[in-house]
């Protein structure tokens, strides 16, 4: 053991070798980092020589082989882009929305400079961050005023607790969803101290129901959009225009619509789903609504709340805004996707445009990467047509026709082959259907194929004879 200890060579010799300075430069390190990495190769090498592990091999190469793997490990990300060969358009567990170039480019541009967040350029005084964007989201919405916290669920809390603490919340039992991850809305109105009154049933609710609800203590009428399920069959809900009716000249009682999706662009225009749009929700007459901004508004994660201007300033100036604000890279995200929708060009934002693909569009794609997969040997490939899902929580229900290919190879069933593109670099997520891995083009644009070609490459490389 002896002996092994004494060929662990000292620290200023290390520092000498070539092998330091080689990987000082692979890695962009400098010589004190290295040194402390060398010190830790060092002592784990003494704890196996004592546990015996570690029996006579060469000392030295075993330090730098192993200061590598440190390096390479502390040199990688942990978030980290992935290939969405899925085809779903908003996938939760990927970050929903992909931005548009024109929202990374505010946001780079924001985040590397000082900023007018909460400046006032005009008075040279302190401004609010919540005139940032508040006069756009008008103008997309046509609400009287709004403002922006951190996510929807951030929003919904917020309302209950600023208008319902302590007071009854009107919901028909038919709304009381579950959203992914554990987002209830009768847990989180127990969080916000508003007390839920619960009316109608699972599949009917009528405008009697609220009525006879209504008390001296009503602070709320909550419509919540059944984002991620459908009832169908004999099923009845109160329409927006009639919760607005029944309220009439009720001051104190407030009607608040959580819309989940904000959709800004009519999507049933295409036929696709019947998603409520914020315009029309405002339009209808309630006095708020609250919404993401990662859904289907194709933007970054953002709660945004239009309505009543009077509502509004009540929120501004509440403690829970300060709690809740959003960060200025998202405030930079949001204003380019918003103006997106000013500008009439929402199907430049990436959810918008490849929700609205067409067969021929995706099928372009997917034929590119076809032309593109030449000298892989192992792989079967197949055109085929499938349906892509929207996701997100959102449209249950819908589809979108979309092509896909099917790959198979003898070497590998298809969820060995799925778990290798999965945890290659970069990774990528397929769907599996029939034994067989599929890529939908409906999710992989143009840009991404050599990655996605690369990918393959790199599973047949470990299966080649
Ligand atoms: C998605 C959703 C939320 C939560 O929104 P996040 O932006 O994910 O925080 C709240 N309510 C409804 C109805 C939703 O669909």
Redesign the pocket.
Known sequence: MKELFRNIPPIHELQKQHSFIQLCKRFDVDKSLMTSIVRTTIDKIRSEIISGEMKGANINSKIWYEAEVILQSKSNFNLMPVINATGTVLH?NLG?ARLSREAIDRVVEVASNYSNLEFDIESGKRGSRHDIIEALIKEVTGAEAAMVV???????YFILNAFGKGKEVIVSRGQL?E???S?R?SSIMEESGAKLIEVGTTNKTHLMDYQEAISDETAMLLK?????FKTIGFTQSVSTEQLAGLKGSREDIILYE????GVLYDFTEGGIGEEPLVQKALHAGVDIV??????LLGGP???IIAGKKEYIDKLKKHQLARVLRMDKMSFAALEATLKAYAMNKAKEIPTIRDMLLSVEEISETATLFLHSIEGLEIFEWEITEVESMIG???MPGVTLPSIAVKVSTEKLSAQSLAEKLRMGTPSVVVRIQDQHVLLDFRTITQGELDKLVAAFRNVELTYRD
Do not use: E, P, W, Y
């Open positions: 939760t929903r951190n996510n929807n669920a951030a929003a919904v969803v959203i992914g991850g987002f809305i919540v959009h059944t984002s991620n959580d819309l989940g999706s609250s919404f993401s901004g990662d859904k994660q953002a709660g997100g929580g959102t």
